[in-house]
């Protein structure tokens, strides 16, 4: 049971490169995220999505975009990356949202992306 | 703004109980998760609240307060496996969870 799949695992690029995350669930899920963590902050939400062909602007949306054309798939886009954008990066799913009671958000295993 | 606070760090000994708090000042309130996270690993979802009081999962419970905005994760019977982070989230008034920074649990022999 795949779950919640990300690729790549690891990326270095350099200042200015474009890159894409994938995310990929096979749980049939509504609601997609993608977050980011760093050192001694919570996990901030970058951009969401409560079903295919929609997206919305999370708590630190600038300097990314996203897209998910398919149900299962939640791509996270760096236009020009920046040192500031050194993170880890973790997509999560959930049904029907957070908000219906108890419905956990489950997480892929992250992307370390290291922007030099 | 939404706050919320968690200890960064927490020492205890194998075999002993430890509780772990959360204090929350949200816009909303939609329910409270905790989530533990091993280091370099994904969050796992543990437990969830939105009524005051206790819920009991085997070794961890978690508790809720809504008057205080303050909730415990409590682990029994610490074995070393769960030395990891853990992670507060609130669930606000649009429906977003706003996350802790996370405790991290160290458990010694």
């Known amino acids: 049971n795949a779950g919640v799949t990300q690729t790549p695992k690891f990326r270095v690029l350099k200042t200015g490169q474009s890159m894409t995350l994938l995310c990929a669930q096979d749980?049939?899920?509504?609601?997609m995220y993608w977050y980011r963590q760093d050192p001694g902050m919570g996990l901030r939400l970058i951009h969401y999505?409560?079903?295919?062909?929609?997206?919305a602007k999370g708590e630190v949306p600038d300097g990314y975009n996203v897209s998910r054309l398919k149900k299962q798939n939640f791509l996270l886009g760096l236009e020009s990356a920046a040192p500031s954008q050194t993170s880890v990066y973790f997509c999560a799913s959930s049904s029907i949202g957070a908000g219906n009671s108890n419905q956990p958000q489950h997480f892929g295993d992250g992307t370390r992306l290291s922007i030099l | 703004g939404q706050n919320i606070d968690q200890p960064t760090e927490m020492t205890a000994t194998e075999g002993a109980i430890v509780q772990i708090n959360c204090t929350y000042q949200?816009?909303?309130?939609?329910?409270l998760f905790w989530y533990q996270q091993h280091a370099g690993e994904a969050p796992t979802f543990l437990s969830y609240n939105v009524l005051d009081g206790l819920e009991e999962k085997g070794r961890f419970s978690s508790f809720l307060s809504r008057s205080k905005g303050y909730s415990y994760l409590l682990l029994k019977e610490l074995q070393m496996k769960d030395s990891a982070s853990y992670l507060c989230?609130?669930?606000?008034?649009?429906?977003?969870?706003?996350w802790g920074a996370g405790t991290k649990l160290i458990i010694k022999p």
């Open positions: 749980m049939n899920h509504e609601y």
């Open positions: 989230a609130v669930l606000d008034s649009n429906y977003q969870l706003i």
């Open positions: 999505s409560v079903g295919e062909g929609t997206t």
């Open positions: 949200t816009s909303g309130f939609n329910g």
